[in-house]
């Protein structure tokens, strides 16, 4: 599903966010992707949704080469991911309604299934009493939860969470992290970028550590360990 | 197909009224510009006609004698009227000469009395001319005043008036010189404000521009929106200053009236008649503004 090769990212000549990183991830795998803050762990998220272009080194994503994706195409490749982001990056004029059915009608989504799919959607991560309210008037943690539903509504074959449990208790965590791994059961490969240690810890799933934008370690059945 | 476009214009109708703040100053501001633009519209408008009521009012008037001969007037008419300088000419017979004075002085007990004791209508025929332009009265002059006429033409009043002529003709060229000026100095200036209000508009909205290209939005999917969004905020303003011109025009009409006392000049008549040139072009105007202005300061954000 995602296939870097010896990718370094260097932002100004100085700051080398990503040096020489290889990795493959299999469709429909939960890989856990950690490291300190300043790793490189969101600069790999930004590449892969072509926000950001490798300085070199080669990218592929469900086997399509977005080393050097063309300007045009980029659309057609973030309809295939979903992506919740580290700051949410929600839509301030949109409703939490609106924020998820956004993503389905850049797809061209018909306005029927739109109607339909949304309503679930938001009954997956809770929201469903306050799908008519600004993000401003909701928690932080309501905030996380309306980007986790707008990055799974048009099911996309990849999503990636970029700290999608930061400010979630516990209990709530665990619920968003129930309904990722439904996601991932249903065949959706998982990038899930997290600090927590106890989740890591206690999935048991492949995880992948970073420090200064190197992989130090890539472990089947691992643990958070730095 | 039919979906996108309606969602285009929902969003559109969205992003006006959830940034009413911003909609509001951006159709003020583009409402005071307007204003401005039409108040120049309207000084323009009466510059031109104290101009044209100025330039009426100078002709020459050539009186024939009681002698001449018909056949000889009707040649002399005939190349005045060839002449390319001519612009109009008026005739007046002896008979309408009559009648004209019976009418004027029509209240006067005693011309008219003095009128039905005439044996011969003492009135010369006549006939009024008008140049093309004001510096062609002079050719038509030496026209009148060649000596071949001279036995047909009792007098001619034009007298010495060019002096005034030339003045008039000078401030006419001066003045279309720095009207032209201005108004391309004003255009561009409304221009400026229209297109840096519009930028500040897109720029106040370039995170969200940003969000909606990371989940996958088009250019055009974003841009189509905040284009017709320009298009509501240009039928607003220009609707706007319409609804504002027209009780300000009806205010300061009396005292237009009362610039020229013969023949007052009817400002409301004037922007009815050209409603459409002038409402029209200053719509299009701010509509391919907008359009520019916002292809041009949403393609930054756009390349996410
Ligand atoms: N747009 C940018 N311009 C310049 N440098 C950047 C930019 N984005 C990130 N960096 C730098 O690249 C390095 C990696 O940043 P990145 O955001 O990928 O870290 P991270 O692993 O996601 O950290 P965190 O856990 O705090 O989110 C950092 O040193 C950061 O300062
Ligand atoms: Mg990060």
Redesign the interface.
Known sequence: MIVLEGVTKQYHPDTIALADVSLTIEQGEFVFLVGMSGAGKSTLVRLLTAEERATSGTISVGGWDITRIARRDVPLLRRQIGVVYQDFKLLEQKTVEENVSFALEVCGEPSKNVRTIVPQVLKIVGLEEKAHRYPRQLSGGEQQRVAIARALIHRPKLLIADEPTGDLDTLTAQTIIDVLMRINDLGTTLLFVTHNKDVVNTMKRRVISMQEGRIISDKLHGKYFI | MI??F??IIRFSF??FW??AWLSFVTISILTLTLLSVNFFVALNALFDYSLLTIEEKVNITVHFQQTAQENNVKAFLASLSAMPDVASTEVRTKEEALEKFRTTFKGDQHIQESLQELENNPLPSSVIIRAKEIQRYDSILAFINDPRYQGIIERQTFVDRTKFIERLQELKINARRIGAGVTIFFALIAALIVVNTIRMTIFTRR??V??????????R?IRAPLFLEGIWYSIASVLLTILIVFPLISTFQPYLNHLFENSPFDMLAYFSDNFGIIFGSQFAAIVLLNTLASFIAIGRYL??
């Open positions: 979906t996108s309606n969602r969205q992003n959830r940034n995170r969200e940003g969000i909606m290209k990371l989940v996958g939005a088009t250019n999917f390349k996410v």
